[in-house]
């Protein structure tokens, strides 16, 4: 199972929310490259970076930080937020990322994201499946829709996309554990899937129950930023 330490990004800052609220926001330190490369001095290859106020912005607005990282580092970053036009998706893989990931239009507009699946390939395009009570969430998080987590997966399946980063949003960045229950579930059911999970990773035992599960990837984002899971921990892991 790949372990993916993530950063999320506002006014190029490292941050952390809960559930996805801006009102809800820990800052934990003023220099993501100086972050992402303890990841990579701690044998991690891997990093998930999130440019919040592009979400926001509904256009990338980190790109300068993606860049610093991808060229002072080795490690395979995919990057979302505020990927909305193919030019936005080309602008990202230009300053370094390896992947995007396709986060709210991948549910608003499946007919450009699957134009980008077809362009880029499957490798390069992650699919954001953001979910609350099974059920995949909207609007920054904030609605739900009719759809549920399976079939959003199932149709994307179907559509050539391979990698879902899975996001219960009513756990994330709250230390209560992931939602192995719904992972476990999505395993049975579309095992072609390469599931990564995201939201509520706490500690080493969470991380050994997603493997358990035959999970592709495991994001960790506070937990890491709260001590909750060491470096070293996970540099075990990761061998």
């Not at 190029?12 to 009102?23: I, K, M, N, S, Y």
């Not at 395979?76 to 937020?81: K, N, Q, S, V």
């Not at 994201?113 to 390939?121: A, E, K, S, Y």
């Not at 994330?172 to 509520?200: C, E, H």
Request: with cysteine.
């Amino acid at each position: 199972m790949e372990i993916i330490p993530a950063i999320d990004l506002i006014g190029g800052q490292c941050v952390r929310l809960t559930e996805g609220d801006f009102a809800q926001q820990t800052t934990y330190d003023s220099d993501p490259l100086a972050v992402a490369q303890r990841f990579e001095q701690h044998g991690l290859r891997r990093l998930h970076l999130v440019d919040l106020d592009g979400a926001r912005a509904r256009q990338p607005v980190n790109l300068a930080v993606l860049e610093r990282i991808a060229r002072h580092t080795r490690l395979t970053i995919d990057f979302g937020g505020g990927l909305q036009s193919e030019q936005a998706v080309r602008q990202a893989f230009d300053a370094g990322a390896a992947q995007i990931t396709a986060g709210s239009i991948a549910v608003r507009e499946p007919d450009t994201v699957q134009h980008w699946l077809r362009t880029f390939g499957a490798e390069r395009i992650i699919i954001g499946a953001d979910f609350r009570d099974e059920r995949i969430a909207i609007n920054a998080w904030a609605e739900q829709s009719e759809r549920t987590l399976q079939e959003f997966v199932a149709d994307y399946l179907a559509a050539g996309a391979r990698t879902f980063v899975c996001t219960d949003v009513s756990k994330d960045g709250k230390l209560q554990g992931p939602a192995l229950a719904a992972y476990q579930q999505l395993r049975d059911r579309l095992p072609a899937a390469q599931l990564v999970a995201s939201g509520g990773v706490t500690n080493l035992a969470d991380v050994e129950a997603l493997a358990a599960l035959g999970m592709h990837g495991c994001i960790i984002g506070k937990a890491i930023y709260e001590g909750t899971i060491s470096l070293a921990e996970l540099r075990r892991m990761s061998e």
